[in-house]
C-alpha cells in the first residue's frame, strides 16, 4: 500500500444526487469526495501558506501557478446563466482566505521534479485536501511535494467565477486521493511532422492540469531524425526536416525539466530496428531495403528502410545510440519500440542475408541477439526497456522480466502478454489512438481511410476497462495506460483540438480506476465534468475541440440520446 493510502476510505462519500447540477467537476475524480451546500467566497487576498520545512524551489512555483490559475481561470459555471442565479448565495458567504499546504511529519522535502522521475510504484502521489465553510483556513496535506502538486491541481479545478466574485457553492468540502495505477502517459510523435519546443511545453501544461505523469516521446522515425546526439550529430544534421526542426542537447533538458516540475516524467522512445529510414541519410550501409519501391511491399508506411540488425556494426551503434540518449535523461525508462518490422525488406538483402548464412542464425535469433545487446546497453545505464507487444507475441524475444511491453494493435492482446508475466502499458488503438479517423494520407487513393477507423471518441475510449481478460493474479502486471498521438495528419495547428479534451479519457481511467461512490465509472455522469475541464482549458488558452453545442454544456443531460 502506498504511503498515505490510509487517507483513502476515511471519508464518508458524497451522495452524487445531493450535488448541484452543474458545478462537481473535479478531473480526474478523487478517490474520496465529502461536500456540502454552502457558499464560500475566495478573499481578494487569498493566499498559499507553504508550511513545507525546507520547501524546493518548484514548490514554491507551483504554488505561484496555483494561484495565477485561480486568479485568471474566471470560469463561469456550466448553467444556464453561468453563475447569475448564485449572487443571492454568495451574499452571506464566508471567505476564504488561505490554503495552507504541508506534508506528513515523516516526509522529506523533495523537489517535484525529483519525485516525478522515481520508478514507477515509488512515487508518492497521493494527499488530502479539506476546505471548511466557515471561512477558516484550507488545509491540502501529502507525504512528498508531488502530491502537494496533485491537490494544488484539483483546489484549482473547484472555484468558479461570476460579477467579480471566485466562488464554490459546494463548501465544505473533504477529499482523499490516491491513484488507481501508477502509469497515465500521454505519447505524441513529433518526427512525422515536428511540433516546436512551445507546443510540447503548452501540452505538457494542459497533462499536468489533468494528472498524466508520463510524456512518452516518439522523437525519431522513418521520416525524420530530429533529436540532435552528442556521439552521432549527423544523424540529426542530415536527418532533421530543417537546421531549425532540431531538438537540441538544450531542448530536451528544458523539456524534460519542465515536465518534471509539473509532475511529469519524460520517457523517450527511439524505435528501433524499424521506422529507421532516415538513418540512411547518414549511415547508409546500416540500412536495409532503403527507400525501395513499391514502398507498401517493404514497410508500413513510406519511406521503407530497417536496420540491419543482423550486424553486428549496426547492433553495436545502436546499442551506444541508445544508451548515449538514455544517460542523459532522468527517466527510468527508456523505449527501443520495435514495432512492424517487415520481414520482406530482408528477404533479398544481401548484407543480412550473407550474416545469417556465415553465422547459421535466423533472422528471428538475429532480432533477439538485436535486442538482448541493446537492451543490456540500457539496463548498464539504470534503464528499464520499454518495448511495443511485437518484441513479445511475434518474435518471442528474450527479454528481462522488468520490461514493459505496451499493448498497441488490440485491448485483446493484453492477455497474451499478461501469460508472459511482463508488465503491461495498455495503449491500444482500438480505444486510445488519437490519429484515428482522419480518413486516409496516402496519395493516389480517393478512397482510402484511415487504417483504425473510426474517430476514437472521448466516449468510447471513457469505456476502456485495464482488467478485462485478465486474471485476478494478473491484475499487478498492468502500470497503466496512455493515449496516443501519432502526427502523419497532424502539427502545431491542431495539436490541441485533436488531443483535447479526449486525452483527459485515459487519465480519469488510470488516476480514478472508478467514481468515489465506488460505482464504477461512467460516460453520463462523466460527460458533465469533460464539459467543465474543456471550458477551463479555453480559459487558460489552449484550443480543446468542443464536445458538444455549448446550449448542450450549460444543460446537462439534455443532448443524451435518451434525454
Given amino acids: 500500500m502506498a504511503p498515505g493510502s490510509r487517507y483513502v476510505g476515511l471519508l464518508a462519500l ?88 504541508s506534508l506528513t511529519s515523516w516526509a522529506t522535502a523533495e523537489p517535484i521534479a525529483s519525485e516525478a522521475v522515481k520508478p514507477l510504484g515509488t512515487r508518492s502521489e497521493e494527499y488530502a485536501l479539506t476546505i471548511p465553510a466557515d471561512g477558516s483556513a484550507a488545509t491540502l496535506t501529502a507525504n512528498s511535494t508531488l ?24 463548501a465544505p468540502i473533504a477529499i482523499t486521493d490516491t491513484p488507481a495505477y501508477p502509469f497515465r502517459g500521454l505519447a505524441l510523435d513529433t518526427a512525422r511532422n515536428y511540433y516546436p519546443v512551445g507546443d510540447i511545453l503548452r501540452t505538457l501544461d494542459a497533462m499536468s492540469w489533468v494528472k498524466i505523469n508520463t510524456f512518452h516521446w516518439h522523437i525519431t522515425d522513418s521520416q525524420s531524425f530530429p533529436l540532435e546526439v552528442a556521439q552521432y550529430p549527423e544523424l540529426a544534421i542530415n536527418g532533421a526536416y530543417s537546421p531549425q526542426e532540431v531538438y537540441t542537447a538544450s531542448d530536451v533538458q528544458y523539456i524534460v525539466e519542465y515536465a518534471a516540475a509539473r509532475g511529469i516524467d519524460v520517457m523517450m522512445e527511439i524505435d528501433t530496428p524499424g521506422h529507421t529510414s532516415i538513418i540512411a541519410a547518414t549511415y547508409p550501409d546500416y540500412i536495409a531495403c532503403f527507400d525501395e519501391t513499391p514502398w507498401a511491399t517493404y514497410a508500413n508506411e513510406p519511406p521503407a528502410g530497417q536496420l540491419r540488425f543482423a550486424l553486428p556494426e549496426v547492433v553495436n551503434f545502436t546499442a551506444s545510440l541508445l544508451a548515449g540518449v538514455a544517460k542523459n535523461l532522468p527517466s527510468s525508462y527508456f523505449s527501443t519500440g520495435g514495432d512492424e518490422l517487415n520481414t520482406n525488406c530482408y528477404a533479398n538483402d544481401y548484407p543480412t542475408q550473407l550474416q545469417l548464412n556465415s553465422t547459421g542464425m535466423t533472422l528471428n535469433s538475429a532480432l533477439d541477439t538485436f535486442t538482448q545487446v541493446t537492451h543490456a546497453a540500457l539496463i548498464a545505464e539504470g534503464k528499464t526497456p520499454v518495448v511495443w507487444e511485437e518484441m513479445v507475441l511475434n518474435w518471442n524475444l528474450t527479454l528481462v522480466n522488468e520490461t514493459i511491453v505496451m499493448v498497441w494493435i488490440s485491448s485483446a492482446d493484453a492477455a497474451a502478454v499478461a501469460e508472459r508475466g511482463l508488465r503491461i502499458v495498455h495503449a491500444p488503438s482500438n480505444y486510445f489512438y488519437l490519429d ?126 435518451t434525454a
Fill in 14 to 101: 458524497a451522495a452524487g444526487c445531493l450535488l448541484p447540477s452543474g458545478v462537481l467537476a473535479l478531473w480526474p475524480s478523487p478517490t474520496t469526495l465529502e461536500t456540502g451546500m454552502t457558499a464560500l467566497k475566495v478573499s481578494p487576498a487569498f493566499y498559499f501558506d507553504v508550511q513545507v520545512e525546507g520547501a524546493p524551489v518548484d514548490l514554491y512555483e507551483a504554488v505561484a501557478q496555483a494561484q495565477y490559475y485561480l486568479a485568471n481561470d474566471k470560469l463561469g459555471r456550466l448553467v444556464v446563466g453561468r453563475g447569475a442565479n448564485d449572487t443571492t448565495a454568495l451574499a452571506s458567504a464566508k471567505t476564504l482566505s488561505k490554503l495552507t499546504l
Fill in 147 to 170: 502530491g502537494l502538486y496533485r491537490g494544488l491541481t484539483t483546489f484549482n479545478q473547484m472555484f468558479y467565477y461570476y460579477g467579480g466574485v471566485t466562488y464554490t457553492l459546494l
Fill in 436 to 561: 484515428c479517423g482522419a480518413g486516409g494520407w496516402v496519395g493516389a487513393y480517393p478512397a482510402g481511410n484511415s487504417w483504425c477507423d473510426p474517430f476514437k471518441t472521448w466516449s468510447e475510449a471513457y469505456t476502456f476497462d485495464p482488467l478485462a481478460n485478465l486474471t485476478e493474479a494478473q491484475y499487478g502486471l498492468v502500470l497503466g495506460g496512455e493515449q496516443l498521438l501519432w502526427s502523419e495528419q497532424s502539427a502545431p495547428q491542431n495539436l490541441d483540438p485533436i488531443v483535447w479534451p479526449r486525452a483527459a479519457s485515459s487519465a480519469e481511467i488510470f488516476w480514478s480506476g472508478k467514481q468515489p461512490t465506488g460505482a464504477p465509472l461512467n460516460v453520463t455522469e462523466a460527460l458533465p465534468r469533460l464539459h467543465d475541464v474543456r471550458y477551463r482549458m479555453v480559459q487558460r488558452g489552449l484550443k480543446p475541440i468542443p464536445l458538444q453545442p455549448h446550449w448542450c454544456a450549460l444543460r446537462p443531460d439534455a443532448c443524451d440520446l
